[in-house]
């Protein structure tokens, strides 16, 4: 058999690719709740979680995903990696029975004290996906996991199917991180960044085209400006390296702090974005002839 073709292939390449952009977030540490910075990572999230861009951009997405399943009013959802409700509270804002999945101690406080503020109920699991049994739950209309770390290879996603009576909602980046900063200090300290050619979703298309399930797709390119304090900057300069397949030296990593402090005050704006892919998946599969 064509490897190209091969289910077990990619979901044995995804699995072990350690250039995919989750297993990078991990490498860095950002992933876990025990990581310097994520009690400030999560107060940032939750306070830009339902400002008007944040809501706009909610309202958009949750838009796309009822084109095909049709309105979430009634729909029973299970959001995975909910963090403190960006998603949970406008899903039940709009008719849904919705169950939040949140391990992390400060997001789940969030979302309880966010869903009461915005007026709706919604059923809260302090479990990661990961040690989530799929019999420990029923069947949901719709699984919802947007940007989320459990989403880390082919067995995560058929988990999510599992859980699935109708469908599911996955996205994840679908290319490289960018970052204004990082291309400005890799052009001083003369450092070439390797190409980054596979992404998280790559993979995921891929595994579904060859298993035979029915969904649409779409990538888009997203990009925004925020206004950094030096410090924080400081702080991301390692993990906004890994991003681009880069490990400082400690004399590299010291010439890089000296260049932002000699050519950025207090407060320094940081262009990020990149490719971000987004996928509705129907649970019915076509069989494809061998």
């Given at each position: ?90 899903m ?13 101690n ?33 069947r949901?209309?719709l ?18 199917i ?53 969904y ?29 397949d ?18 950025y ?24 002839p061998?």
């Amino acid at each position: 058999m064509n490897q190209l073709s091969d289910v077990a292939y990619w979901a044995e390449a995804w699995k072990n690719d350690p250039h995919s952009p989750i297993k990078k977030m991990k490498k860095a540490g950002l992933a876990s709740p025990h990581s310097a910075g994520f009690i400030k990572w999560a107060e940032a999230f939750d306070a830009n979680s339902f400002t008007a861009e944040a809501t706009k951009r909610t309202e958009r997405i949750l838009k796309w995903v009822e084109q095909y399943t049709g309105s979430l009013n009634g729909r029973t959802i299970l959001d995975v990696g909910a963090a403190s409700g960006v998603f949970s509270v406008p899903m039940a804002k709009a008719g849904a029975i919705v169950t939040a999945l949140e391990p992390t101690n400060i997001l789940r406080e969030k979302l309880v004290r966010n869903a009461p503020n915005h007026s709706v109920d919604v059923s809260i699991i302090g479990q990661s996906f990961e040690e989530l049994a799929v019999d420990q739950l029923p069947r949901y209309d719709l699984v919802f996991a947007s940007m989320c770390p459990a989403m880390i290879d082919w067995d995560a996603v058929q988990k999510a199917i599992a859980l699935s009576s109708k469908h599911v909602y996955i996205s994840l980046m679908a290319g490289p991180k960018k970052n204004s900063l990082v291309e400005e200090l890799l052009n001083e300290l003369k450092i070439e960044a390797p190409i980054q050619r596979t992404s998280d979703m790559m993979y995921v298309l891929q595994l579904l085209y060859l298993t035979g399930y029915s969904y649409q797709s779409l990538i888009e390119q997203h990009e925004k400006t925020m206004l950094m304090k030096r410090d924080d900057v400081l702080q991301q300069l390692h993990a906004w390296f890994l991003d681009y397949d880069v490990t400082l030296t400690d004399q590299q990593q010291r010439l890089a702090a000296d260049l932002v402090k000699k050519k950025y005050n207090d407060d320094i704006p940081v262009i990020t974005g990149g490719r971000f892919g987004k996928v509705l998946i129907t649970k019915e599969q076509t069989s494809f002839p061998n």
